[in-house]
């Protein structure tokens, strides 16, 4: 049995945060806005994960109500929802990803990011694709006022 998640995610940019994409610090002067460490792309690919097995949301298992969460490092809510789908007897065929941010430029972070989450997915290099993408200075991404994350992945029962 085959079942499709699907993830998005989003923060502001702020000053005095650091930038974390990918379980990855990137140079910026700006950081995401959240009550943990806001990597949204983590946060996508969690929601995804989540959502393929109708486990509700990110929000839902780590609240931001909860100080026990507060700038908590995403790639350990990661690896606890990677166990929860372990547990389900599931394994990742596949997660296709977008980072959508004006600035900084991702793709030089982009192999670093590969390395870190298929080493906590137990998946290999090509099970993982994560695009970098613009708004061509449109809406709140373009204007620099936020960063998004979208995420699909597919799980396969064994």
């Known amino acids: 049995m085959y079942r499709i998640g699907l993830g998005y995610d989003i923060h502001r940019l702020t000053e005095g945060r650091d930038l974390i994409i990918g379980g990855v610090k990137l140079t910026h002067e700006k950081g995401l806005l959240g009550h943990s460490d806001a990597d949204v792309l983590i946060h996508a690919i969690i929601d995804a994960l989540l959502g393929a097995l ?3 949301d990110i929000g839902t298992l780590f609240p931001d109500t909860d100080n026990l969460y507060k ?19 599931y394994v990742i ?8 941010a004006q600035r900084p430029k991702m793709m030089p972070y982009i192999p670093k990011m590969k390395e870190v989450l298929c080493n906590i997915l137990e998946i290999e290099n090509d099970q993982l694709s994560i695009k970098a993408k613009t708004n061509e200075k449109m809406d709140a991404v373009g204007q620099e006022l936020a960063i998004e994350a979208q995420s699909v992945v597919l799980l396969k029962k064994v």
């Open 71 to 89: 700038n908590a490092d995403s790639t350990v809510l990661l690896k606890n929802v990677f166990k929860l789908i372990k547990e389900k007897n």
């Open 93 to 100: 065929e596949n997660i296709d990803s977008n980072i959508i």
């Open 54 to 56: 109708c486990l509700s």
